[in-house]
């Protein structure tokens, strides 16, 4: 078992850890270089589509995102965001397709975010959540919101562009605080949504609204969802989560009254689990492991102690 102290170095987080990508945005204006980088020889593209792209597994085991040079690449009808370089040089675009091109071969498969983020290489991964995040925001985005006109994609994807009144728009990130609740016990706080089936419990979460701070996000939230009041929070590490713009702030938290009442809205149950509580109704199987790429299943882990069960991707 960590001590508390050890606890608090930043954990390992899919999709969070450096992934080995310079996001180089000093080129996105520069359509000259972008061109020249388009069509260098070791540059390195794949599609994007409704969330999904081409995932493959490799001989040796690994699964990794199908990516090709550009003469390869369909760029008919596309939209093509430059996503960065690597310490080698390679560029990476991503192009937002309407479909998925064939597959290549026997094993490749197109993948959403949920399992390929589990499964990829932290480049991969990173790669693939910021074309995911950059594809539902023009999604989203089409009009201009200052003049109600349509808006073109400008900054090889970044930024789009009002050409009737100038406005610039940019990618939205939305801020929303994950959190585990522990008490004077030392025992965890887990929630189940009212979507949620029987047996899934998870760390209470929810958005940050204007003018709040994230912590006073985290208090706020504990106290609607669960009716327990929360003293000291901590940060521990965030979590990019492109479903659609949604950045994860992960906390814990410490509760100064244990007693719950749930909303019942957001919440339909909730309780406070000690370390052999979960474990038992993990092994009885009452309680369900969080999905493993979650920033949930990481925060949990850490006042665990040790890896959870695996969970299934949903
Ligand atoms: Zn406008």
Redesign the pocket.
């Known amino acids: 078992m960590t001590t508390s102290t050890e606890r608090s170095a930043a954990p390992q987080i899919a999709l969070t850890a450096p992934g080995g990508i310079d996001r180089a945005a000093h080129h996105r204006m520069d359509e000259a270089w972008l061109a020249a980088a388009w069509s260098h020889p070791t540059t390195r593209v794949f599609v994007v589509s409704g969330g999904q792209a081409l995932v493959d597994d490799t001989p040796d085991g690994r699964t990794e995102l199908v990516m090709t040079p550009a003469f390869e690449a369909p760029l008919t009808e596309t939209h093509r965001y430059f996503l960065g370089t690597d310490e080698d040089g390679v560029r990476y675009f991503a192009l937002q397709k309407d479909a998925l091109p064939g597959r290549m071969d026997q094993s490749a498969r197109p993948a959403g975010l949920r399992e390929a983020g589990a499964l990829l290489s932290d480049r991969d991964a990173g790669l693939m959540a910021h074309a995911v995040a950059l594809e539902n925001w023009q999604r989203l985005h089409r009009f201009?919101?200052?003049?109600?006109?349509r808006?073109v994609i400008a900054a090889a994807g970044h930024i789009r562009r009002?050409?009737?009144?100038?406005?610039e728009h940019y990618p939205r990130t939305d801020p929303a605080v994950i959190m585990l609740v522990t008490d004077d016990r030392d025992r965890a706080l887990l929630g189940r949504q009212v979507h949620w089936p029987e047996g899934r419990f998870s760390t209470l979460a929810g958005f940050v609204e204007p003018g709040e701070s994230i912590e006073q996000a985290v208090v706020r939230e504990v106290a609607e969802e669960a009716g327990v009041t929360v003293g000291e929070v901590s940060y521990v590490a965030s979590q990019p989560w492109p479903f659609p713009s949604s950045l994860m702030l992960g906390f814990m938290a410490r509760a100064t009254s244990p007693e719950i009442e749930v909303d019942g809205e957001e919440i339909h149950e909730a309780r406070w689990f000690s370390r052999d509580e979960l474990a038992k109704a993990f092994a009885s199987g009452e309680v369900l492991p969080p999905m493993g790429i979650s920033i949930a299943a990481r925060l949990i882990e850490l006042w665990y102690g040790e890896p959870l069960p695996a969970g299934a991707p949903r």
Request: net charge neutral; hydrophobic share 15%; with cysteine.
């Open positions: 201009c919101s200052r003049c109600g006109e808006t009002c050409q009737a009144c100038g406005a």
